[in-house]
């Protein structure tokens, strides 16, 4: 009886927690601006400690960006992706020694942008709230139309080993397909 409402308790607490794959993206989009702003402080702040943690930070959030893309892929999308995240992270280990924040600012620059077309697309198709509010209600009828015709459908991510044969489609935003 005991153990029935403990294992109960568990799994409302499990379902609370999850988070939507779409929203993980976005939150992993967020959190890199943020290390590479905090980088380029480093470098400006003279602080070796803080300039290299923040670039290791962002370049491990890069590198779950780059592997959330699905191999099996090959879309223009998804071939652009792969290219630019990986001229992101070889670039990016390079500002360590030559503590050029233009480098920074241009990884900056492009991860922004594909924040914005993340909200645009993914997360307004599926209905993820942005910043408080759903992310359908806060844009215009011409973002609404395009992520409409982008229809992702998106697979939770669970720690279980999935069931294959019933398995959920990946992600498919605009041709390029995730996996999360």
Not at 46 to 59: F, V, W
Not at 109 to 129: D, H, N
Request: charge should be neutral; include cysteine.
């Amino acid at each position: 009886m005991v153990g029935q409402k403990v294992l109960d308790a568990y799994r409302t607490t499990e379902k609370q927690a999850e988070i939507q794959p779409v929203k993980l993206i976005h939150m992993l989009y967020e959190r890199v601006l943020v290390h590479l702003e905090l980088a380029e402080e480093g470098i400006r702040e003279q602080t070796p400690k803080k300039r290299g943690e923040n670039l290791g930070k962002a370049i491990a959030i890069i590198t779950e960006l780059q592997a959330s893309i699905k191999s099996e892929d090959h879309s223009e999308a998804a071939r652009f992706l792969r290219g630019l995240y990986g001229a992101i992270l070889t670039e990016l280990p390079r500002v360590s020694v030559s503590q050029d924040v233009k480098v920074l600012r241009q990884a900056r620059s492009y991860l922004e942008r594909l924040k914005q077309i993340w909200e645009e697309t993914a997360m307004r198709e599926s209905g993820v709230e942005l910043n408080g509010v759903n992310a359908v209600e806060a844009g215009s009828d011409e973002v609404a139309a395009k992520a409409a015709a982008a229809r992702p459908v998106v697979a939770p991510r669970t720690n279980k080993r999935p069931d294959y044969d019933n398995c959920q489609p990946q992600m498919a935003v605009g041709g390029l397909s995730v996996s999360i």
